[in-house]
């Protein structure tokens, strides 16, 4: 006999399209991880909306069965944000992922919370435009995703991070309601301001369904300079020189040596293996101004102890070296069966600092740890390749993480630079705070969602409410 249907799934089934549920355990699955190391957990059914009415019968269903929701993008985050938690439904968005209005006149475009970021970078280019967010998983993200996470990118340093470039956003709220939040106006100051508030939630206080985005006009010029150092001291002192002399990259970014001999293996694009330290630099503007940032660039490197720049000589070189970098976690992830991908950022004067203690620490924990990343934006992913089946490695990586965190916070970093709390931070997140910042966010979570529906147990564990209970659905 087959096993009886819950009457969840039974309300389920009869709201939704059935090729919109997703019950079989081989398609749940599926959907028990993210791009966290070491994390999984089998939800009880998967949906995958069309539409924003969708999402609110199921988040009404949801509500009538007391279950949890977990919001789900691509599934590439680094924190854990969209791993199911027990016994929950898992709502995707990736089947909504309409561009819908690319607005030339005012410069922006509405899309679907399921648009993958590269159709969003795309769309801008073919009309002459520049979206500049450009996490390193761009090709498969989504921009529900991006703003969940307020993901930043290898052009954060001079055009920041997703929360830059979102004007306005729909969300649908844990009792059902739909919002928009912000607005199509460059300068909007009417009351508080819930769209940033809810950029980098995590999923923990609305579904966004639409996204408004601002977009700029496209630089003309570009020019990419690669830099080996023999000495990390080097390049992080000749990037402290670059910003010294007024003069901010679009990309600024880090490999040591193990992730330079990686990348090399991977990619084969004439890396200098035996390099310490590599530098990939892009200027861009008008092609005068980056033409003669790029020179300026090339001396500083060179002043400071640089053994080569490689200059691109045409666009498909440069994007060959852009793509280099952006294969570094791929390529570190074929080493070791396990590859935990750390995310903490310090002011960038405490960068050579940084980059050598956690060398100390690999060297203490006997862990082996590889690092590359953000060096503009101050922002290193240590890379520890492990096996999560070896538990008594596993505890000595865990001992150089939190060893990580705390050189981090020590220097007057943060736990996480652009992958979010999730489930792989939440235990650093009071000691970075403090108590009543930690205490106010929980505050903001339960006036929003007072159920605890919404990604429960990411960022912060709730303690129980007193009179914890769920209403009939609101509509
Ligand atoms: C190879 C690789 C490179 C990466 N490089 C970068 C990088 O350079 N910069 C960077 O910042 N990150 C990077 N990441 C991390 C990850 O890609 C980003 O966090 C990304 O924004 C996640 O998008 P996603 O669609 O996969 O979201 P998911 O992983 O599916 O979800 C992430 C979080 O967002 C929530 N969420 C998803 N969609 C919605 C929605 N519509 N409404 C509300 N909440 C939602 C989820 O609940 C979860 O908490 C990288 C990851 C990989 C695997």
């Known amino acids: 006999m087959p096993p009886a249907v819950s009457p969840l799934l039974q309300d389920l089934q009869a709201e939704l ?41 199921t988040l009404g269903i949801a509500r009538k069965h007391r279950t949890p929701v977990v919001t789900r993008g691509s599934g590439t985050g680094l924190s854990g944000g969209s791993i199911p938690v027990a016994n929950s439904i898992v709502i995707t968005l990736v089947r909504m992922d309409r561009i819908l209005e ?17 159709k969003i970078y795309e769309a801008a280019d073919a009309a002459g435009l520049f979206y500049p967010p450009d996490p390193g998983s761009m090709k498969i993200s989504t921009i529900g995703g991006n703003v969940a996470e307020n993901s930043g990118g290898l052009r954060g340093l001079k055009y920041g991070v997703t929360r830059d470039y ?59 300079l690669l830099a080996s150092f023999t000495s990390m001291e080097d390049a992080a002192e000749t990037v402290s020189q670059i910003i010294a002399a007024r ?48 020179q300026k660039i090339e001396d500083l490197c060179h002043a400071h102890g640089a053994s080569s720049v490689r ?47 956690v060398a100390l620490i690999a060297e203490r924990w006997n862990v082996e740890i590889a690092t ?49 709390v999730g489930l792989a931070k939440k235990q ?8 009543s910042s930690h205490q106010l966010l929980t505050l903001v979570k339960r006036s929003l969602d007072p159920d605890n529906l919404l990604n429960p147990g990411k960022i912060f564990d709730l303690p129980p409410f007193a009179d914890h209970h769920v209403d009939a659905p609101a509509h």
């Open 428 to 435: 650093f997140l009071r000691r970075q705070i403090g108590d």
């Open 247 to 294: 003069i901010v990259p679009c990309t600024l970014e880090f490999l040591d040596r193990k992730t330079i001999q990686c990348v090399e293996n991977f990619t084969r694009v004439g890396l200098p293996v035996d390099a310490a330290a590599l530098l990939l630099i892009e200027t861009d503007g008008h092609p005068a101004a980056a033409t003669e940032e790029a």
């Open 311 to 357: 200059r691109a000589r045409d666009s498909a070189e440069a994007v060959q070296l852009a793509t280099a970098r952006r294969s570094a976690f791929s390529a570190l992830a074929r080493l070791k069966p396990t590859t935990i991908l750390e995310d903490v950022t310090v002011p960038r004067s405490e960068l050579a600092g940084m980059i050598r203690e």
């Open 102 to 118: 690319l607005d030339t006149r005012n410069l922006t475009l509405l899309v679907e919370a399921g648009a993958i970021t590269q």
């Open 166 to 224: 979102v004007m306005g956003m729909e969300v649908i709220l844990a009792d059902g309601k739909r919002c928009w939040l912000g607005s199509r106006c460059v300068k909007d100051v009417a009351g508080y301001n819930l769209r940033d508030l809810f950029i980098g939630s995590e999923g923990t206080l609305g579904i966004v369904t639409q996204v408004l985005l601002k977009l700029l006009p496209k630089p003309a010029g570009r020019q990419t």
């Open 17 to 57: 399209p059935a090729a919109c549920l997703l019950t079989d355990r081989a398609d749940l699955i599926t959907y028990a991880y993210d791009g966290t190391a070491a994390m999984r957990q089998l939800p009880l059914a998967v949906v995958l909306p069309l539409t924003a009415d969708q999402i609110q019968a």
């Open 372 to 420: 590359f990343g953000h060096f503009g934006d101050g922002n290193l992913h240590p890379t520890i390749l492990t096996n999560e089946r070896d538990l008594e490695e596993m505890k000595r990586v865990e001992h150089a993480i939190d060893a990580i965190v705390e050189a981090a916070l020590a220097r007057k970093g943060t736990i996480t630079g652009e992958h979010g």
